[in-house]
Each structure stands twice: as structure tokens, then as C-alpha cells.
């Protein structure tokens, strides 16, 4: 058996394939390179979704506008219970309450869904009404809208949409995999978004970013950046934003945010921080861990890219599932479309009954 299923090949995709030596990522066809920063958010869902939706229409841009403006109607159940709780866990409340099923209405509403409750309940949290959204905006757009009442920049909208674009789908994955076993009992699209929400949360998945600004934080100054990383592993702690099950080499997701950090041309100082505390981190895993190439993640530059863009650190994993939804329904799709019932076996190590000893 393999711990952690690690080289267990689980499905047959179309959709995406993460090359972990060469630090490569193919989504349906095209390298990052040609998506991330060329295309909209939109854009990259429609291409995830060629072949699995009747009726797709060429732009996708109209239809999620419409479908924000739908689910809005359910920020009206944010009470003071879900105000409480955590961003991801009022929004996945939220997502919870729209209807399963398996068509293109329930997908563009799941797909609206991670961007209106967060923009919502992160306003409703700081005592400010929450923003209707405006169907006739990109999605990107609108996202920044809604969380600030007030439009954004087209250098900020552009590095949102690189950053959805960049996280919409990633092979099998935990929240990924999670969505499909879910797909695969005929559960429902929104079932299977729920699994995926559910399984993004953790921190060693889509829960990294947050952790990152704290640590960022905790270091302060590039002087005292080898003293704070060898105490935390020292500690047993893991450092958020480094390592990866697949990439043994840089993710080249990494680069993608980076430059859309530089791009968006905000906080040079802190880019440059950000960067003097990896090249510590990256050397001092090589010595902590010499056999086990440890190289930056994903979650690093999304950190930087979205304190950039003014989210609270505790939106960061919200913002990670408004991309991801995308890859997610393009993947329970395609489980419905040709997989059977995903039921592994297990393997029983524990003590026989009496009789049977
Ligand atoms: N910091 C310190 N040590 C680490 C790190 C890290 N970031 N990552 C791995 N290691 C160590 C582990 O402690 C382990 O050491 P051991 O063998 O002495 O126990 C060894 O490297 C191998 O680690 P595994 O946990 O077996 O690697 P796995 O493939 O299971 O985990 C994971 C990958 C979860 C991403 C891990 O690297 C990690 O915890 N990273 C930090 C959290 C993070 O950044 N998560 C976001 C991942 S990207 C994404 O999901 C979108």
C-alpha cells in the first residue's frame, strides 16, 4: 500500500497534469505559461468545461454574472450564528443551502457561489452591508467589488484573474479527489463542491496561505529570518508555502503569482522581503532535509499577491475555492461521465474475533 495514496493513479483525466520533475502544469492542452496572465477567469473555466455541458455558451462571462446575481439572494441567511464562525466555514454554510443537481444552472451557481458569500460575509463581519453583485462585470472584477464597495484597478483585476486562472485545476489533488468520490455516488454537483470546500480547508492543502502572513509577520526583518526558521523546525514545525507530494522541483505556480505580484506593482518592499525570507527558508530546508527535495509552493506568492490585494488573511483559502470551484465541477463531470462508484478497499489490521483466531 502507498502511504497517503502518493503514485496511486485513482482516474483518467482530460483536464490537467502536474509534471512533479519537471515542474510542468497542463491544463487541458496548455502549458500555465499560456493561461496565467493571457486569459480570464471565464476563459480558463470554459476550457474546463469543453465537452462536459450542453449548451455551453462561448463566453462564460454573461451567464456567471447572472448566476452572482442568484445566490446573492442567500447572503440574507449570514445570521449572528454563521457571523462566528470562520469566512470558509460561513461560506461553505452558505453554499450548502443551494440546490444539488448535475446541469449547467447548478454549475455556474457553485461557481459563483465562493465569491459572493466571501465578499459578503467579510463585509457583514466588519458591520458593513454587503455589495450586490453587477452581472455586466468580469468575474474578477466583481469579486474586488463586492469586498470593497468600490471598483478596482485594472492592474488588481488583472492579478486576481491571473491568480483564479492559475489555481483552477491541478490534477488529483485532496479537494479534487474528495470532489470526485463524491461525484462518483451520484451525489450532485453541489455535493461534490462541498467535499471539495471541506477538503481545500485544511492546512496542509488550501488552509497554507493564511499561516504565511503570520509568519512573514513573525520574522519581520530579513536579519531575523534564519533564527525564527530554525526555532520553528526545531519545534517540528512545517514551514507553510514549501514542500509538495507531487513537485520535486519549484511549482511552477510559484512564478506565475510572483510575477503577478510585480506586475500589479504593489508593495515593492515587501516582495523583496518575501523573497530574502524563501532564499533563508529554501537553504535551510536543503540542510534540514537533504533527501527530500522541499522547493516553494503555490501558497507562498498567493500569500503576497492577496495581502496585495487587500484580503484579510482569513478570506485566503475562500479565495483559493473561488478558482479551484472551476477545476472541481469540470472534474465531477467528467467522474459522472465515465466513472464508476470510487471505492477502494482497505486493508484490516486489527485483532480477530475469538473464534476466528
Ligand atoms: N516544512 C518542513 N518540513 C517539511 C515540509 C515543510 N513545509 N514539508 C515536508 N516536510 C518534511 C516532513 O516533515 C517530512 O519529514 P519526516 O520524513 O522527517 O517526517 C518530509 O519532509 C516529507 O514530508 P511529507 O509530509 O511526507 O510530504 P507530503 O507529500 O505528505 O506533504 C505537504 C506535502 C503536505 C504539502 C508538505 O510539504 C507540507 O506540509 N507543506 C507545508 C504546508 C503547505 O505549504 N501546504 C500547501 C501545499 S500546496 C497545495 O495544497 C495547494
Known amino acids: 500500500m502507498s502511504d497517503g495514496l502518493e503514485d496511486v493513479v485513482a482516474a483518467d ?19 500555465l505559461d499560456e493561461l496565467a496572465g493571457r486569459v480570464s477567469f471565464e476563459a480558463a473555466a470554459r476550457l474546463l468545461f469543453d465537452g462536459f455541458f450542453e449548451g455551453l455558451p462561448d463566453d462564460l462571462t454573461a451567464a456567471l454574472g447572472v448566476a452572482r446575481v442568484e ?3 442567500e447572503v440574507a441567511a449570514l445570521d449572528t450564528g454563521l457571523l462566528d464562525r470562520t469566512p470558509i466555514e460561513a461560506m461553505r454554510a452558505l453554499t450548502a443551502r443551494l440546490g444539488d443537481g448535475d446541469s449547467l444552472e447548478v454549475a455556474l451557481r457553485l461557481m459563483a457561489a465562493p465569491a459572493v458569500f466571501t ?3 467579510v463585509r457583514a463581519q466588519a458591520g458593513e452591508a454587503p455589495v450586490a453583485p453587477d452581472p455586466k462585470l468580469g468575474h474578477a472584477a466583481d469579486i474586488l467589488r463586492m469586498l470593497r464597495a468600490a471598483p478596482a484597478s485594472k492592474a488588481e483585476i488583472d492579478a486576481l484573474d491571473t491568480y483564479l486562472v492559475t489555481v483552477c485545476d491541478h490534477g488529483l489533488n485532496a479537494s479534487t479527489f474528495a470532489a470526485r468520490v463524491v461525484a462518483s455516488t451520484r451525489a450532485g454537483l453541489t455535493s461534490a463542491v462541498l ?3 471541506s477538503a ?3 492546512p496542509l492543502h488550501g488552509g497554507a496561505p493564511g499561516p504565511i502572513i503570520d509568519m512573514l509577520d513573525g520574522i519581520g526583518t530579513p536579519d531575523n529570518a534564519r533564527t525564527w526558521i530554525e526555532a520553528a523546525l526545531a519545534r517540528g514545525d512545517r514551514l507553510m508555502g514549501f514542500g509538495h507530494r507531487v513537485y520535486r522541483v519549484r511549482d511552477p505556480r510559484a512564478d506565475a503569482l510572483k510575477a503577478a505580484v ?5 508593495g515593492a518592499g515587501r516582495l523583496a522581503f518575501a523573497e530574502a525570507v524563501e532564499s533563508a527558508i529554501l537553504s535551510i530546508l536543503k540542510a534540514h532535509k537533504p533527501d527530500r527535495p522541499l522547493d516553494t509552493n503555490v501558497e507562498f506568492y498567493t500569500a503576497l499577491l492577496l495581502e ?4 484579510p488573511p482569513s478570506t485566503f483559502t475562500c479565495v483559493f475555492a473561488m478558482g479551484r470551484v472551476a477545476g472541481w465541477i469540470a472534474h465531477a463531470r467528467e467522474q459522472l461521465a465515465g466513472g464508476r462508484l470510487i471505492r477502494p478497499a482497505s486493508r484490516y489490521v486489527g485483532p480477530l474475533p475469538k473464534a476466528a483466531a
Open 13 to 31: 483525466t482530460v483536464l490537467s497534469d502536474v509534471d512533479g520533475r519537471a515542474g510542468r502544469l497542463i491544463i487541458r492542452g496548455h502549458s
Open 71 to 73: 445566490v446573492f439572494a
Open 119 to 121: 465578499a459578503a460575509t
Open 195 to 197: 467535499a471539495g470546500i
Open 200 to 202: 481545500l480547508k485544511g
Open 262 to 266: 510585480r506586475r500589479m506593482g504593489a
Open 308 to 311: 496585495s490585494l487587500a484580503f
